[in-house]
């Protein structure tokens, strides 16, 4: 059985620092059946020249100005003709071999639609600082705490993508929840304990900069699905769904070093 195409999209602004990296991390894996697909927003520091050296690697990419990242991630998924998608920032990195895994994951489960590794956080520098395990998708947790897919991580079928309608352009930085969601509720969102991402923590992160922009969108997201959002009752969900989450990390390890 052939490899099936998998397509990374790559979108990026003024994220030289860390570019090169990320393309590297993609195409070091030696997966013989990639697209990769870079949509650049018009960047000013270094990053063109990084695009430049990798294009006889690339499958497509794309520099100028756009609407922000979620709508350079739905121009680079209209591009991409691969069975598998996935992206990732600019700023992140593949683990070696992920690729290879997630590929044969799909290949011996037909039937899945998507899903999810465990990640590893790094710092500026790339240095590491601690593994990301996570749980299963747990809809009662995942809607009372956050987010805790790692994005990086998550790879899903190209029909899934297209049946929910893809990305929504009206997400400046929970696109990711949002979509997941929309997933979940036509298929089984898959865990696999193992890494195959490595996500960087600093100071320049969307989700740092722009943190009550995330909280709100968040908390839409839940609206859509929860009947209650605040309130006594609410709380007590909340703080059912975190002892849930921290028992149950407890017990895969996820707190050991």
Known sequence: ????????????????????????????????????????????????????????RLSYAQIRADEGQTDALIQGFSRSSGEILAWLNADDLLEPGSLNEVATHFMTNPLNQFVFGDSAWIDRTGRFLRQKREIPFH????????????????FWRRSLYFEVGGLD??????????????????????????????MRTHSGQKNVRLRAASDREE?????????????????????????????WRAAIGAYQR
């Open 169 to 198: 352009a009206s997400f400046e930085v929970a696109m990711d929840a949002d979509l997941f969601a929309r997933f979940a509720e036509r298929t089984k969102l898959r865990h696999v304990p193992r890494v195959w991402s490595r």
């Open 139 to 154: 809809r009662f947790i995942w809607l009372r705490t956050y987010d805790y897919i790692p994005q990086p991580s998550a």
């Open 1 to 56: 059985m052939s490899a099936p195409r998998i397509s990374i999209v790559t979108p990026s602004l003024n994220q030289g620092e860390f570019l090169e990296a990320a393309l590297e991390s993609v195409h070091s894996q030696g997966y013989p059946n990639l697209e990769h697909i870079v949509i650049d927003g018009g960047s000013t520091d270094g990053s063109i020249a990084v695009i430049e050296r990798f294009l006889p």
């Open 219 to 247: 908390a839409l997201i839940r609206s859509r699905y929860l009947t209650r959002t605040s309130g006594p009752r609410w709380q007590v969900e909340r703080m059912a769904a975190r002892a849930m989450r921290i028992v």
